[in-house]
């Protein structure tokens, strides 16, 4: 244990800190988040799929099924009214074929009393810029609509309503801002906590450019919630890699730092003086020279 005493480190114990916290936010703000967002891609785009197949509904049938729900977005319904005379309110900031441009919402009495807002469809600003042009009143008499329920968009506090131009004018499709806007109740359409609206269909009495159906993709979502998981399981792998990889320097350098052993010197045998060779005596070497007597 005492080799790991390193980890109490200031340094160390602020990295292990912003790994955990990493790996905390990864496995419940970051992936959860990009998932969920699948999740709600897919939803909507089930609803699309299955509103193109199915064929229309009486709107008074969504708004007696309070039950419906989110479950009623998207979903296709006819309404049989008129329009309320001098209802013209205009969403700003809109584009249409890439230039500036409105949506122009209206408000529509039911036979049976009630009230709808209803999004008219997409209108181009004056050449390019972003000066609404003059919008054609919605048609007299009662009229049979066709369209998509749609969520409203809620509101932002510092975006208030206004008028310009001539027209009311708003930054987003709130039944209830709405109301407010044009002094008169209008009913949400079941569609979400913030009640809905009607979008028209293209063709439709009184319609202009209805918004494109967004397209049916997934999107990246789910990628990205998979990345963030793996990226919670690397970090914490990553600080151990980290952990093992100080532990080897260490050792390397605590070996380095060791004295290497002394080795014996291995003993030299002792010097022997070269054995001189006897000399013959005299009586050898005549012996050897003359020949020794036989007699």
Not at 35 to 42: F, I, M, R, W
């Given at each position: 244990?005492?080799?790991?005493?390193?980890?109490?480190?200031?340094?160390?114990?602020?990295?292990?800190?912003?790994?955990?916290?990493?790996?905390?936010?990864?496995?419940?703000?970051?992936?959860?988040w990009q998932l969920g967002k699948n999740t709600a891609t897919e939803h909507r785009n089930q609803l699309i799929a299955d509103?193109?197949?199915?064929?229309?509904?009486?709107?008074?049938?969504?708004?007696?099924?309070?039950?419906?729900?989110d479950h009623s977005e998207w979903r296709r319904v006819t309404a049989t009214g008129s329009y309320l005379p001098d209802s013209?309110?205009?969403?700003?900031?809109?584009?249409?074929?890439?230039?500036?441009?409105?949506?122009?919402?209206?408000?529509?009495?039911?036979?049976?009393?009630?009230?709808?807002?209803?999004?008219?469809?997409?209108?181009?600003?004056?050449?390019?810029?972003?000066?609404?042009?003059?919008?054609?009143?919605?048609?007299?008499?009662?009229?049979?609509l066709e369209g998509r329920i749609r969520m409203s968009e809620g509101v932002s506090a510092d975006k208030t309503p206004l008028?310009?131009?001539?027209?009311?004018?708003?930054?987003?499709?709130?039944?209830?801002?709405?109301?407010?806007?044009?002094?008169?109740?209008?009913?949400?359409?079941?569609?979400?906590?913030?009640?809905?609206?009607?979008?028209?269909?293209?063709?439709?009495?009184?319609?202009?450019?209805?918004?494109?159906?967004?397209?049916?993709?997934?999107?990246?979502?789910?990628?990205?919630?998979?990345?963030?998981?793996?990226?919670?399981?690397?970090?914490?792998?990553?600080?151990?890699?980290?952990?093992?990889?100080?532990?080897?320097?260490?050792?390397?350098?605590?070996?380095?730092?060791?004295?290497?052993?002394?080795?014996?010197?291995?003993?030299?045998?002792?010097?022997?003086?070269?054995?001189?060779?006897?000399?013959?005596?005299?009586?050898?070497?005549?012996?050897?020279?003359?020949?020794?007597?036989?007699?």
């Amino acid at each position: 244990m005492r080799r790991l005493t390193f980890l109490l480190r200031p340094s160390w114990l602020i990295l292990a800190a912003l790994v955990a916290a990493f790996a905390y936010l990864c496995f419940t703000v970051l992936a959860p988040w990009q998932l969920g967002k699948n999740t709600a891609t897919e939803h909507r785009n089930q609803l699309i799929a299955d509103s193109v197949r199915a064929d229309p509904v009486d709107v008074t049938t969504v708004l007696d099924d309070t039950a419906s729900g989110d479950h009623s977005e998207w979903r296709r319904v006819t309404a049989t009214g008129s329009y309320l005379p001098d209802s013209t309110v205009l969403v700003r900031l809109r584009h249409l074929d890439g230039a500036p441009g409105y949506a122009v919402l209206a408000a529509f009495r039911l036979t049976d009393g009630r009230t709808l807002l209803v999004d008219r469809g997409l209108v181009a600003g004056v050449d390019g810029t972003s000066r609404p042009p003059q919008i054609q009143q919605a048609p007299e008499g009662e009229q049979r609509l066709e369209g998509r329920i749609r969520m409203s968009e809620g509101v932002s506090a510092d975006k208030t309503p206004l008028t310009q131009d001539g027209y009311r004018q708003v930054y987003s499709i709130d039944t209830a801002q709405e109301s407010e806007v044009l002094g008169q109740p209008l009913t949400p359409i079941p569609a979400g906590e913030r009640g809905g609206y009607l979008e028209l269909s293209e063709n439709q009495p009184g319609a202009f450019t209805p918004s494109p159906l967004p397209q049916l993709d997934a999107g990246p979502y789910l990628s990205y919630g998979l990345q963030w998981l793996a990226f919670g399981v690397m970090a914490p792998l990553g600080l151990g890699y980290f952990v093992y990889a100080e532990l080897r320097e260490r050792r390397k350098e605590k070996a380095a730092a060791q004295p290497a052993p002394i080795e014996p010197t291995p003993t030299e045998p002792a010097a022997t003086e070269p054995t001189t060779p006897a000399q013959p005596t005299t009586e050898a070497r005549l012996a050897d020279r003359y020949g020794r007597n036989r007699s």
